[in-house]
C-alpha cells in the first residue's frame, strides 16, 4: 500500500509553524509530506535550526529524513520571527485554501495544519474566525471541532463564540448534526463500532432540574433521548465539572462539550503537548496542533514540536483507516 500523501501548512509565518514543519520533515515516516509554503521562511528555520532541509518538486514523494516536497505560495513579506504582519494573511489563507483543494481533488489523503494568527489574518482585512469555519465554508459541508490526546476525546457542539451567544446557538438541530458527525467520525476514522458518547449540559449541574436553566430540560434530553432510539449510545446530560472523572471518561469514547470554554481546558490540562484538533465531518481527515503560534518563542528553536508530530501521525492514521473503508 502507498504511503498516505499529506498536505504540510505552516501557518502563521511569524510564528513557530515553520520550525515546527522543520522539524517534522526530520523524522523517519511512512507518510508523504507536501508543504504549502514560501520556501524562504522554511529554509531560514532550518538555518535557524541548524537542520538539514531538501525541498523537492511537489509532484514527488518525499518520505526521506529532511525532505518535503513543496507547493510555493510566496509572502509578500518576508517575515521576521515574532513579528506577524497583516500583510501576510492573504498568503496564509491562500496556502490552506491550495492545500485544501489538493485534498478535495484527491490529490491528497489529508491536510496537517500549524498555527495561525486570527489577528494578523483580521487586521489584514480578512474576516477570519478560525481554519475550521474556513475549511467548512471551502468544502460546502458541516463540521464539528474535536481535540484528542491519549485521555480524552472533546468535541465542542459550538466553536468561537461570545459566550453571550452559546445558550441560543445551542438547539435541537444543532446537537443532532454535532452527534451524528461525532458518532461517524468516531466509527469511520477511529475504528469504534459502537462509541458512546458523553453529552455535557450547558448549565451548571446540567439546570439542577430546571433550578439553574432549561435548556437540559427543553433541548438536550429530548434530543439524546429521540437519538437513543436510533440506537446511538448517548450518556448526558452531564454536569461538566464531574464528567471528566477520570472513572467516569473510562466509559466514554468521546466528550461532547456546549462551548469552546467548557471542554478544552480539561483536555489541555490533560495532555497539552500531545493533543490534536480534527476538522470531523470534511470529506478529507483535516488535523491541526493544538497551540498558538508562539510568538515570543518563535525563532528561539525550542518549541516544542510534540503536537504536530502527534497531528500528522494522526492524519496519516485516519487516511489509512479511510482507505480501508473505501477498499
Given at each position: 500500500?502507498?504511503?498516505?500523501?499529506?498536505?504540510?501548512?505552516?501557518?502563521?509565518?511569524?510564528?513557530?509553524?515553520?520550525?515546527?514543519?522543520?522539524?517534522?520533515?526530520?523524522?523517519?515516516?511512512?507518510?508523504?509530506?507536501?508543504?504549502?509554503?514560501?520556501?524562504?521562511?522554511?529554509?531560514?528555520?532550518?538555518?535557524?535550526?541548524?537542520?538539514?532541509?531538501?525541498?523537492?518538486?511537489?509532484?514527488?514523494?518525499?518520505?526521506?529524513?529532511?525532505?518535503?516536497?513543496?507547493?510555493?505560495?510566496?509572502?509578500?513579506?518576508?517575515?521576521?520571527?515574532?513579528?506577524?504582519?497583516?500583510?501576510?494573511?492573504?498568503?496564509?489563507?491562500?496556502?490552506?485554501?491550495?492545500?485544501?483543494?489538493?485534498?478535495?481533488?484527491?490529490?491528497?489523503?489529508?491536510?496537517?495544519?500549524?498555527?495561525?494568527?486570527?489577528?494578523?489574518?483580521?487586521?489584514?482585512?480578512?474576516?477570519?474566525?478560525?481554519?475550521?469555519?474556513?475549511l467548512a465554508r471551502h468544502a460546502g459541508c458541516e463540521v464539528v471541532m474535536m481535540l484528542a490526546n491519549d485521555t480524552v476525546r472533546v468535541a465542542l457542539a459550538t466553536t468561537h463564540l461570545p459566550l453571550r451567544e452559546v445558550a441560543d446557538a445551542i438547539t435541537p438541530a444543532l446537537l443532532e448534526r454535532s452527534l451524528r458527525i461525532l458518532h461517524e467520525?468516531?466509527?469511520?476514522?477511529?475504528?469504534?463500532?459502537?462509541?458512546?458518547?458523553?453529552?455535557?449540559?450547558?448549565?451548571?449541574?446540567?439546570?439542577?432540574?430546571?433550578?439553574?436553566?432549561?435548556?437540559?430540560?427543553?433541548?438536550?434530553?429530548?434530543?439524546?433521548?429521540?437519538?437513543?432510539?436510533?440506537?446511538?449510545?448517548?450518556?448526558?446530560?452531564?454536569?461538566?465539572?464531574?464528567?471528566?472523572?477520570?472513572?467516569?471518561?473510562?466509559?466514554?469514547?468521546?466528550?461532547?462539550?456546549?462551548?469552546?470554554?467548557?471542554?478544552?481546558?480539561?483536555?489541555?490540562?490533560?495532555?497539552?503537548?500531545?493533543?490534536?484538533?480534527?476538522?470531523?465531518?470534511?470529506?478529507?481527515?483535516?488535523?491541526?496542533?493544538?497551540?498558538?503560534?508562539?510568538?515570543?518563542?518563535?525563532?528561539?528553536?525550542?518549541?516544542?514540536?510534540?503536537?504536530?508530530?502527534?497531528?500528522?501521525?494522526?492524519?496519516?492514521?485516519?487516511?489509512?483507516?479511510?482507505?480501508?473503508?473505501?477498499?
Amino acid at each position: 500500500m502507498p504511503a498516505p500523501r499529506l498536505a504540510l501548512v505552516p501557518g502563521e509565518p511569524a510564528g513557530i509553524g515553520p520550525e515546527l514543519c522543520v522539524r517534522l520533515a526530520q523524522r523517519p515516516r511512512d507518510y508523504s509530506l507536501t508543504a504549502f509554503a514560501d520556501p524562504r521562511t522554511l529554509r531560514a528555520a532550518a538555518k535557524a535550526l541548524d537542520l538539514p532541509l531538501r525541498l523537492i518538486e511537489e509532484d514527488r514523494i518525499a518520505t526521506a529524513p529532511g525532505e518535503l516536497a513543496l507547493v510555493e505560495i510566496p509572502h509578500p513579506q518576508l517575515p521576521v520571527p515574532g513579528l506577524p504582519v497583516p500583510a501576510n494573511a492573504a498568503s496564509v489563507i491562500a496556502a490552506m485554501l491550495a492545500a485544501a483543494d489538493g485534498c478535495l481533488r484527491g490529490r491528497f489523503e489529508g491536510l496537517v495544519t500549524g498555527p495561525v494568527h486570527k489577528a494578523a489574518i483580521n487586521d489584514g482585512g480578512i474576516a477570519y474566525t478560525g481554519t475550521t469555519e474556513l475549511l467548512a465554508r471551502h468544502a460546502g459541508c458541516e463540521v464539528v471541532m474535536m481535540l484528542a490526546n491519549d485521555t480524552v476525546r472533546v468535541a465542542l457542539a459550538t466553536t468561537h463564540l461570545p459566550l453571550r451567544e452559546v445558550a441560543d446557538a445551542i438547539t435541537p438541530a444543532l446537537l443532532e448534526r454535532s452527534l451524528r458527525i461525532l458518532h461517524e467520525a468516531l466509527r469511520g476514522d477511529f475504528g469504534i463500532a459502537q462509541p458512546c458518547i458523553a453529552v455535557l449540559g450547558l448549565n451548571p449541574h446540567a439546570g439542577e432540574a430546571g433550578h439553574l436553566g432549561r435548556e437540559e430540560i427543553e433541548v438536550i434530553e429530548p434530543l439524546l433521548a429521540a437519538l437513543r432510539n436510533e440506537g446511538m449510545q448517548l450518556v448526558g446530560p452531564l454536569p461538566a465539572d464531574t464528567a471528566f472523572l477520570p472513572a467516569r471518561l473510562r466509559g466514554f469514547d468521546a466528550v461532547l462539550a456546549m462551548y469552546h470554554d467548557q471542554g478544552l481546558p480539561v483536555l489541555k490540562f490533560s495532555g497539552f503537548e500531545q493533543a490534536v484538533n480534527l476538522t470531523l465531518g470534511l470529506p478529507y481527515p483535516r488535523v491541526a496542533v493544538d497551540h498558538g503560534t508562539a510568538l515570543d518563542l518563535a525563532g528561539r528553536g525550542i518549541a516544542d514540536p510534540s503536537s504536530l508530530f502527534a497531528a500528522a501521525d494522526t492524519c496519516a492514521r485516519i487516511a489509512r483507516a479511510r482507505r480501508t473503508m473505501h477498499a
